[in-house]
Each structure stands twice: as structure tokens, then as C-alpha cells.
């Protein structure tokens, strides 16, 4: 990690960068790096709601060029038997607190990185 006083390319160790060289399908020069964001990231755990014990996360970031945006994740961890009922359960939870789901199931990191390298 750099504290913006230094050049990013100094945030990567020699064995990072020679990991991704193993593992990458194309060569990174680390001297060619962009920065966005930044992005928040907030998450609570154990919140509890009726009969409902959730972990909520709220990533927000602001674009550039762009207007804010804000996605916020519920989720609860529940054995495979009787998900299907916790799951519709939660659904109408979060329709009664006004909350409209997005049941596309994208996760938030590929979202932010959409957003934030949309005009790119």
C-alpha cells in the first residue's frame, strides 16, 4: 500500500509482482497502474432484525464523471435444509423496509470495477 507520496508501483512486492507474472495471461508494468476510487466499504455483522441475524455491507463510491452510487448487501448464513423459506423471508423483510433486492447475483467488487472503469 502507498500513502499517495510515493509512486504506485512501489505498493507491490518483488514477489507479488513475480507471482502475477506466473499466473497472469498477459504481462502487468506496474508503472502503467491507475488509481481509482477511492471506495468506502462498511460492513456489520450479527444485526439482528425479527428472527433474522444478518451481516450487512455498504460499499459507496463516486465515479468519475459519474453520479454516486451506493449498493448495500444483506446477507444471512443458514444451512442448505430450509433456505428456500429464509430466503423468501428475508426478501419480504427487505421489501418492508423499502428496500428493492437485486436478485442478479453480481458481486459488489465486479460492480464497483464496472462503474469505476466504465468510461475507460
Excluded: I, N
Excluded at 448464513?77 to 430466503?87: F, S, Y
Amino acid at each position: 500500500m502507498t500513502d499517495g507520496q510515493r509512486p504506485l508501483h512501489t505498493a507491490f512486492s518483488h514477489a507479488q509482482e513475480d507471482f502475477l507474472a506466473d499466473c497472469a495471461d498477459l504481462p502487468v508494468d506496474f508503472r502503467e497502474l491507475t488509481v481509482y476510487g477511492p471506495v468506502r466499504a462498511e460492513r456489520w455483522r450479527g444485526v439482528r432484525h425479527r428472527r433474522h441475524e444478518l451481516t450487512v455491507e455498504r460499499w459507496s463510491l463516486t465515479p468519475h464523471g459519474g453520479p454516486p452510487l451506493d449498493w448495500l448487501e444483506v446477507s444471512e448464513r443458514v444451512e442448505p435444509e430450509g433456505a428456500e423459506v429464509v430466503r423468501a423471508s428475508l426478501l419480504a423483510l427487505l421489501r418492508h423496509l423499502d428496500l428493492q433486492p437485486d436478485l442478479a447475483q453480481q458481486t459488489k467488487t465486479r460492480r464497483v470495477l464496472e462503474a469505476l472503469t466504465r468510461d475507460v
